[in-house]
């Protein structure tokens, strides 16, 4: 499928949080704690969006798609090193961060690295690739998500009212999710040999990535809400998964805080469609608009605020 496309750039952000409070959306804990969990995934799996990518570009022949395929990589470096700063602010509010982090970098680093593959050397040569272009996938399926959230925060209103260097922290980030949005999916496709293949392993891999990203996202907020000290983070650490899908939809309809989980429930249903295609789950127009009045994107720009 042809796509409109121009040119990815990274744009070298910085983010003074030393005033951001840890919660950052005013009275509502459920949503900072789990919005900061992200701090603590995104820094390992945006490194290893990298590394497969990669070790993708020897494969890609279209010059137009090599050169969005880099772009990405520049992007996401950057988003995996702003995250890790981020996680300097977690711990100026007294949270311990280690145990989870180290969770995710197995995760990344090990079981979806390069290791399954290093004991046996005849099987690597003959699933090497296979490994690669499934991991591929993955991230393709991941990226649906992260342009779908980058298009609701977009459209939400409701972090004008948080503290503005967090809000554009992650807006800046989703913005350019949005802007991306179609170059894991169009990078898979061009891996994969048949469209049959293609639509059989894209829904296969939707299948676990869906629940594991609801698990992730959800267990990254709640390591940080077992270390709080407020009645509501209290009540939060005790809950099964279960309950707190049912606080997101909760918290999601009332307050727009956070996009509910019937969202992403929806989105994962698109993703099925035969004629899919990620270039319209969002606005590239609104996302470069809001970029054109990031603070940070300006700063980095050597612009002056807006």
Same mark, same amino acid.
């Given at each position: 499928? +042809?796509?409109?496309?121009?040119?990815?750039?990274?744009?070298?952000?910085?983010?003074?949080?030393?005033?951001?409070?840890?919660?950052?959306?005013?009275?509502?804990?459920?949503?900072?704690?789990?919005?900061?969990?992200?701090?603590?995934?995104?820094?390992?799996?945006?490194?290893?969006?990298?590394?497969?990518?990669? +070790?993708?570009?020897?494969?890609?022949?279209?010059?137009?798609?090599?050169?969005?395929?880099?772009?990405?990589?520049?992007?996401?470096?950057?988003?995996?090193?702003?995250?890790?700063?981020?996680?300097?602010?977690?711990?100026?509010?007294?949270?311990?961060?280690?145990?989870?982090?180290?969770?995710?970098?197995?995760?990344?680093?090990?079981?979806?690295?390069?290791?399954?593959?290093?004991?046996?050397?005849? +099987?690597?040569?003959?699933?090497?690739?296979?490994?690669?272009?499934?991991?591929?996938?993955?991230?393709?399926?991941?990226?649906?998500?992260?342009?779908?959230?980058?298009?609701?925060?977009?459209?939400?209103?409701?972090?004008?009212?948080?503290?503005?260097?967090?809000?554009?922290?992650?807006?800046?980030?989703?913005?350019?999710?949005?802007?991306?949005?179609?170059?894991?999916?169009?990078?898979?496709?061009?891996?994969? +040999?048949?469209?049959?293949?293609?639509?059989?392993?894209?829904?296969?891999?939707?299948?676990?990535?869906?629940?594991?990203?609801?698990?992730?996202?959800?267990?990254?907020?709640?390591?940080?809400?077992?270390?709080?000290?407020?009645?509501?983070?209290?009540?939060?650490?005790?809950?099964?998964?279960?309950?707190?899908?049912?606080?997101?939809?909760?918290?999601?309809?009332?307050?727009?805080?956070?996009?509910?989980?019937?969202?992403?429930?929806?989105?994962?249903?698109?993703?099925?469609?035969?004629?899919?295609?990620?270039?319209?789950?969002?606005?590239?127009?609104?996302?470069?608009?809001?970029?054109?009045?990031?603070?940070?994107?300006?700063?980095?720009?050597?612009?002056?605020?807006?």
């Amino acid at each position: 499928m +042809k796509t409109a496309r121009h040119t990815l750039k990274a744009r070298r952000v910085q983010f003074d949080l030393a005033s951001t409070p840890a919660y950052w959306i005013p009275d509502d804990p459920f949503s900072s704690h789990l919005i900061n969990g992200i701090h603590l995934i995104l820094p390992a799996g945006e490194l290893w969006f990298c590394r497969v990518y990669n +070790k993708a570009l020897p494969y890609v022949t279209d010059p137009q798609l090599r050169a969005d395929v880099e772009g990405f990589i520049r992007q996401e470096a950057i988003h995996s090193r702003t995250h890790s700063h981020a996680e300097h602010y977690l711990h100026r509010h007294h949270f311990d961060t280690e145990a989870f982090r180290s969770k995710i970098e197995w995760l990344f680093e090990r079981f979806l690295g390069e290791a399954p593959f290093t004991l046996n050397v005849l +099987k690597r040569k003959r699933l090497e690739k296979h490994w690669l272009v499934l991991r591929v996938g993955i991230i393709a399926a991941i990226e649906h998500f992260t342009g779908a959230l980058g298009q609701w925060t977009l459209d939400s209103k409701s972090w004008d009212k948080a503290d503005p260097v967090m809000a554009d922290l992650f807006r800046w980030h989703l913005a350019e999710e949005v802007e991306h949005r179609t170059v894991a999916f169009d990078l898979f496709e061009h891996l994969c +040999k048949t469209q049959l293949g293609f639509y059989i392993s894209r829904q296969a891999l939707m299948a676990i990535v869906f629940p594991l990203m609801i698990y992730v996202l959800a267990e990254g907020g709640m390591s940080l809400a077992r270390q709080g000290k407020d009645e509501y983070s209290m009540w939060m650490a005790r809950k099964s998964l279960l309950r707190l899908i049912i606080e997101m939809e909760r918290i999601g309809r009332k307050t727009d805080n956070v996009p509910t989980f019937t969202f992403l429930l929806q989105a994962s249903a698109r993703w099925v469609l035969p004629n899919f295609h990620p270039i319209t789950e969002g606005d590239t127009q609104q996302a470069l608009d809001y970029l054109a009045r990031s603070p940070a994107a300006r700063a980095a720009a050597g612009l002056p605020p807006v």
